[in-house]
């Protein structure tokens, strides 16, 4: 199962109730905390793992792509693990494992203040580099996903997904 766990202002975007939101536990390695900003006038998420800080940026969603959120993720999931030399094994067992999803709100503000500097990190590269078409925002999830944090025990979140993945049993 896949559990998001989404900000005030991004259930708030995705038209989701409090009767809509679940009280489950955590998933499939755990949960994934989901914020809505903007860079440069677009919409973007951010959805972290709460256990290994990894992440995907989902950059320029429009109203449609809410809808469809968790498959949105679930396929930049998969995109940024083969990106990042996963054996593709794993990378099917997780796949598998990720169905089906709830939503549910946030309870960690260790991992939205991690995310708030990921986000911040990525305003960042994004105005001085200038990315915007979909190859530079791949390159940016790559970034993001090797910046160290103090948060984690290990190098950067690449090091504590493979570790996190090993781990795992589904």
């Known amino acids: 199962m896949l559990v998001l766990r989404g900000t005030q202002k991004l ?12 009280e489950s536990g955590d998933g499939a390695l755990g949960s994934w905390f989901a914020n809505l900003f903007w ?19 989902l950059f320029g969603l429009t109203k449609p792509d809410f809808d469809t959120l968790d498959t949105r993720f679930r396929d930049g999931l998969i995109a940024n693990l083969r990106r990042d030399g996963f054996p593709p094994e794993q990378i ?13 709100v946030t309870n960690s503000r260790s991992v939205l ?10 305003k960042y590269l994004v105005a001085i580099k200038r990315r915007e078409t979909e190859d530079e925002i791949r390159n940016l999830n790559i970034d993001l996903n090797r910046t160290p944090m103090s948060a984690l025990k290990r190098f950067d979140a690449v090091s504590e997904m493979a570790v ?3 781990d795992w049993k589904p």
């Open 113 to 122: 203040g991690s995310m708030n500097d990921m986000i911040l990190t990525a």
């Open 39 to 57: 860079i440069e006038r677009r919409k973007c998420v951010l959805i972290t793992n709460d256990q290994t800080l990894y992440s995907v940026l």
């Open 11 to 22: 259930l708030k975007d995705l038209r989701l109730k409090k009767t809509d939101l679940s």
């Open 92 to 104: 099917a067992s997780l796949a598998m494992a990720l169905n089906p999803s709830v939503w549910s």
């Open 164 to 166: 996190a993945l090993e």
